[in-house]
Structures are given as structure tokens and as C-alpha cells.
């Protein structure tokens, strides 16, 4: 059954624990299969080329986020959907650029992007996102290091003329209730479909994923903290160390 040359495997179980169910080529995964990591009971379900995540596939994360869409060589790479746990998607491109692992505590695998997405929150306010982005592989934290959250309230500027001085004043707005702590020069207006974004941010660490499925206008702390692979002897997203 399946591609040719290949050969549907029950259960094939590695030295990790994990295992493996669908069609190989020899000792490889290679076809249509499940992959699962006991520890956590993370999953990959798709196609596999020579061993590797390559093709179309789905991908549920330890916190509760899953993805589904391109793959290429391991990697979450071209047109997909992230839905995280708490119910905000990001559809779009996800553009990988190279992995990292992070040098302090834990040796975390985190992904980096370029993202040309549309992120919808949970309530259903949508908006563009165009720029770098995190991927937090162990937990499946996606860090938005340049988007303010979507469902944040939007703004509109007002002007109030004293009918005394004749001077005016600007103050924003949000639901129709004047809001004076914010100055109209910060009062960003946002549309659907425009490209948000967002400055600064508070740090954001590889441990709040578990609890994180989208962190907006977060600094990766690993960000900041991660070593390439190319000048590691340690990958542990080779399949050799990873599966």
C-alpha cells in the first residue's frame, strides 16, 4: 500500500520511548505517518521524505497549539494555519529562516521566521502581520515580537473646542468614552487588514509557553540568549537527537 517501495510499519517503536506509525522505506520514515513523543504527547501527523517532516502535515504542540500546512526538511515552512489554544489563528506564509536553541537552563529549540499572516483573535478581529517571528518548537509558543494584540481597543481621535479660549483639544477615543491618559499622537487608528505594529515589550521567557499560545508584542528573552546551530556540535532537532 501507499508509495512505492514502501511499507506500512503498526508501531515502530525508538530508544526514546517514542514512536512511529505508517509507511517506511527500510528503517526510514518515508510516506504518510504519526509521529508521537511520549513525553509530552506532541504529535506530527503527514507526509515524511527520507526521515524527515517534509510535505503537508499537522503538528499539535505541548501547550495546546496546533498547525497544519507545509513542511519542508523538519521545519514548519509555507502556507499554513496556526490555531493556539486559546482560539487565535495566524494564517498565511510562514517563511522559516534558521533554527537556534536557547544557552541558558534548558536547551529549548526555537524556529525563526518571516510571517506574511492574517492573525484573528479569538473574538474574531483580524489584522495583517508582516515581520519576524518565534517559534518556541518544544512548547509551540509563536512570540509576535511587532503586533500589539488584535482585539486591543481601537482608537479614534476626537476634538474639543473651548468655548472660552476657542482653543482645541484631541483626546482618544475607544467605544465612544474619551480616554485623556492617551494622546491622539499615540492613538493609532486600526483597520482590518492593516499591518499592526508594536515597539518594546516586556521579555517573554522559553518557560511561559506552556501557558502561551501567541505572545504579542513580546521580546523573545531567547531571542537575545540563542546560539546558531552551525557553530554547535549540539542540534537537538537533528532526528538523530530529536526522535
Known amino acids: 500500500m501507499g508509495n512505492k517501495g514502501t511499507t506500512y510499519v503498526d508501531k515502530h517503536v525508538y530508544p526514546s520511548g517514542n514512536y512511529y506509525t505508517g509507511e517506511m522505506k527500510g ?5 504518510t505517518g504519526t ?4 513525553e509530552d504527547g506532541c504529535t506530527y501527523e503527514g507526509d515524511w521524505f527520507e526521515n524527515q517532516q517534509s510535505g ?4 499539535t504542540f505541548k ?25 487565535e489563528t495566524i494564517s498565511g506564509n510562514f ?6 536553541v536557547t544557552t541558558d537552563g534548558p536547551k529549548y529549540p526555537v524556529a525563526e521566521y518571516d510571517l506574511d499572516v492574517d492573525v484573528t483573535s479569538s473574538n474574531g478581529s483580524k489584522q495583517k502581520y508582516q515581520g519576524v517571528a518565534t517559534l518556541h518548537i518544544y512548547t509551540g509558543m509563536l512570540v509576535l515580537p511587532g503586533m500589539a494584540k488584535p482585539d486591543a481597543p481601537i482608537f479614534d481621535a476626537i476634538v474639543v473646542v473651548d468655548p472660552i479660549t476657542d482653543s482645541k483639544s484631541q483626546f482618544a477615543v475607544a467605544e465612544n468614552v474619551p ?11 486600526i483597520a482590518e487588514g492593516q499591518v499592526v505594529q508594536a515597539s518594546g515589550g516586556e521579555a517573554i521567557t522559553a518557560e511561559e509557553g506552556m ?6 508584542g513580546k521580546q523573545d528573552e531567547a531571542y537575545e540568549k540563542e546560539v546558531r ?10 532526528p538523530k537527537n530529536y526522535f
Not at 35 to 38: K, V
Not at 95 to 100: D, E, P, T, V
Not at 211 to 216: D, N, P, R
Not at 229 to 238: C, D, I, T
Open 229 to 238: 546551530f552551525k557553530s554547535r556540535a549540539y542540534n537537538p532537532l537533528n
Open 56 to 59: 503537508k502535515g499537522a503538528m
Open 63 to 87: 501547550n495546546g497549539n496546533k498547525y497544519v500546512g507545509d513542511f519542508l526538511k523538519n521545519n514548519i515552512h509555507g502556507e499554513g494555519c496556526l490555531t493556539t489554544r486559546n482560539g
Open 35 to 38: 509521529y508521537t513523543w511520549i
Open 211 to 216: 501557558v502561551t499560545g501567541v505572545a504579542f
Open 179 to 189: 480616554i485623556n491618559a492617551i494622546p491622539v499622537a499615540q492613538a493609532v487608528p
Open 95 to 100: 517563511m522559516f529562516k534558521q533554527r537556534m
Open 27 to 31: 528503517k526510514r520514515r518515508h510516506g
